[in-house]
């Protein structure tokens, strides 16, 4: 397994400003990921973080509103950039141990950062 | 493409009820991975358990089991003796291949109520 920490817990921000959240795993990944979950939905996968070259995001998200930084293998942030009402959800930080596609690969989730745009 | 069903958006059960969560899932795959995950109102996500395709064998953990049935495409998960601290949301995945690895693709959840 792996433990994962985010920072912060929560927050309530403005409207048009930026918020960074970090994510802190206790052992060395290739891959970490990052998920939104709006209120009383389901968990939508917004990137890929990939230690030493540029994350890989999904269809509907990009860099200029989602930049994420993965400066080494234990460490990764992702920026939530001009926010609006919109962008009030839980962000989940995620890894997989276990060889990929393989018998035992889990994906793992951090607890969580709660964001309330006013 | 792949899919996760989880038809079932909220349930209700008195405490001491066993509860079954269905969870519905297409894939072309023939090998995949099914996992359920616990979201208690704290928000974050515990895994519970993960289920490979070429293996159908039930799994009972505690209170919990697991039916798995390639046959429909199901894989479902029983609460017996359900208690108050069994009240979450409820979320089944698959993980299947994809050009970026294996992806996970998350149903819409099931909110369990245990009540006292």
């Known amino acids: 397994s792996a433990v994962i920490s985010q920072k912060p817990s929560r927050d309530i921000c403005q409207r048009g400003t930026s918020l960074t959240i970090q994510c802190q795993v206790d052992?060395?990944?290739?891959?970490m990921f990052w998920y939104r979950q709006q209120p009383g939905q389901s968990l939508t996968l917004i990137a890929t973080?990939?230690?030493?070259?540029?994350?890989?995001?999904e269809s509907g998200f990009v860099i200029d509103k989602f930049p994420i930084s993965r400066p080494n293998l234990t460490f990764s942030t992702l920026t939530v950039s001009n926010m609006s009402p919109e962008d009030s959800s839980i962000y989940l930080c995620?890894?997989?141990?276990?060889?990929?596609?393989?018998?035992?690969?889990?994906?793992?989730f951090g607890p969580g950062t709660r964001l309330l745009v006013l | 493409a792949q899919k996760v069903t989880q038809a079932q958006t909220e349930i209700s059960v008195v405490e001491k009820e066993d509860v079954t969560l269905d969870c519905v899932y297409e894939?072309?795959?023939?090998?995949?991975?099914l996992f359920w995950y616990k979201q208690p109102p704290s928000g974050e996500l515990v895994f519970l358990i993960r289920?490979?395709?070429?293996?159908?064998q039930n799994e009972i953990s505690g209170r919990y089991s697991w039916n798995f049935q390639k046959s429909t495409s199901s894989f479902n998960f029983t609460i017996t003796a359900s208690q108050v601290v069994d009240s979450a949301v409820y979320f089944c995945?698959?993980?299947?291949?994809?050009?970026?690895?294996?992806?996970?693709?998350f149903g819409t959840g099931t909110r369990l109520k245990v009540l006292a």
């Open positions: 894939t072309r795959d023939t090998t995949y991975y």
């Open positions: 052992s060395q990944v290739t891959m």
């Open positions: 289920r490979n395709s070429f293996d159908e």
């Open positions: 995620s890894v997989k141990t276990g060889m990929s596609g393989g018998a035992m690969e889990t994906q793992y």
């Open positions: 995945a698959l993980s299947e291949a994809s050009n970026n690895g294996y992806k996970y693709i």
């Open positions: 973080a990939n230690q030493g070259s540029e994350a890989t995001y």
